[in-house]
């Protein structure tokens, strides 16, 4: 049997010396942003590719059933662009793939919604032509990044970086801010 215990070691530190790193007030800024939204009846839409579309994916799970269903509280509005793969793969076949979010979000989007947009790079053209789209129409707009943040960090309004440059490591991070978030407020219900 093949001894893993010193890679193990060495991922699980680099993952929690980023983890201490993070800013934790652009988390306590993203958790308000997901709570006004709630409270205001606003659609939160998210989006990303690869890793980072089953984040994406994941966060509507999360918050639509884990932080709806027994609550007595307006419930979020979670939708994901990326969730829809005949629409997703119309639309990258037929316009092109850097459109592909933003055509789809311009059949839902209204003045007031969150868009998020998740990517390691910060880079992903399809999801910053979203994002430019939702700010030019009045929406509030989060980029969950890792590496230097890319464009996505200098353009979206609130954000959490996970400052690593590891995609592995910054999707890791991005899972658990989406756990965090929803236990952080789902503790807050019961107060």
């Known amino acids: ?5 010193k890679g193990i070691t060495d991922y699980l530190t680099r ?6 790193r993070i800013d934790k007030s652009e988390i306590n800024n993203f958790i308000n942003v997901l709570e006004t939204a709630r409270k205001e009846g606003k659609q939160i839409f998210t989006m990303g590719n ?11 799970c999360d918050f639509n059933k884990g932080l709806s269903w027994g609550f007595d ?3 979020y509005k979670f939708q994901c662009l990326n969730d829809s793969l005949p629409t997703l793969t119309a639309y990258a076949n037929d316009v092109s793939y850097e459109d592909a979010y933003v055509e789809i979000l311009k059949n839902m989007f209204e003045s007031g919604d969150v868009v998020i947009g998740i990517s390691g790079s910060g880079n992903s053209k399809n ?16 980029g969950l990044t890792g590496y230097s943040g890319g464009r996505l ?5 609130y954000g959490v ?4 440059d590891d995609m592995q490591i910054a999707e890791d991070a991005h899972m658990m801010l989406d756990h965090l ?6 503790d807050s219900y019961k107060k």
């Open 1 to 5: 049997m093949t001894d893993y215990q």
């Open 15 to 20: 993952f929690t010396e980023t983890l201490a």
């Open 50 to 60: 690869g890793g980072s579309a089953s984040t994406a994916s994941h966060f509507v």
């Open 73 to 75: 509280a307006p419930r």
């Open 127 to 142: 999801v910053l032509n979203a994002i430019e789209y939702a700010n030019a129409n009045g929406g509030i707009t989060v």
């Open 153 to 157: 960090k200098q353009i979206a309004k």
């Open 161 to 164: 970086h996970i400052p690593i």
């Open 181 to 186: 978030a929803m236990s952080v407020i789902r």
